[in-house]
């Protein structure tokens, strides 16, 4: 199962691969923004503060996920249509 995700990938269009690999570089920045941002709760404990360094770090989780997950339906309806 794992080796065929690994091959999937492998295959895929290169402009596809790269846009999957500014959109993890994009949601890994996000991800660090938002742990600085929960390191300054540690000097200002301000709640608002630490939920937004949450919500910031789900953001980029999802959008992580959401990048790893379309890349090979897209490059799929690629192939299908030519």
Same mark, same amino acid.
């Given at each position: 199962?794992?080796?065929?995700?690994?091959?999937?990938?492998?295959?895929?269009?290169?402009?596809?691969?790269?846009?999957?690999?500014?959109?993890?570089?994009?949601?890994?920045?996000?991800?660090?923004?938002?742990?600085?941002?929960?390191?300054?709760?540690?000097?200002?404990?301000?709640?608002?503060?630490?939920?937004?360094?949450?919500?910031?770090?789900?953001?980029?989780?999802?959008?992580?996920?959401?990048?790893?997950?379309?890349?090979?339906? @897209?490059?799929?309806?690629?192939?299908? @249509?030519?």
């Amino acid at each position: 199962m794992i080796k065929f995700f690994i091959e999937n990938y492998k295959n895929l269009d290169k402009d596809i691969l790269h846009i999957l690999k500014i959109g993890i570089y994009f949601s890994f920045f996000i991800c660090i923004l938002s742990t600085i941002i929960l390191f300054t709760y540690l000097f200002y404990t301000f709640p608002y503060i630490y939920y937004l360094g949450i919500l910031i770090f789900s953001l980029g989780i999802n959008l992580l996920i959401s990048c790893i997950i379309s890349a090979p339906v @897209i490059d799929s309806i690629k192939k299908q @249509i030519q």
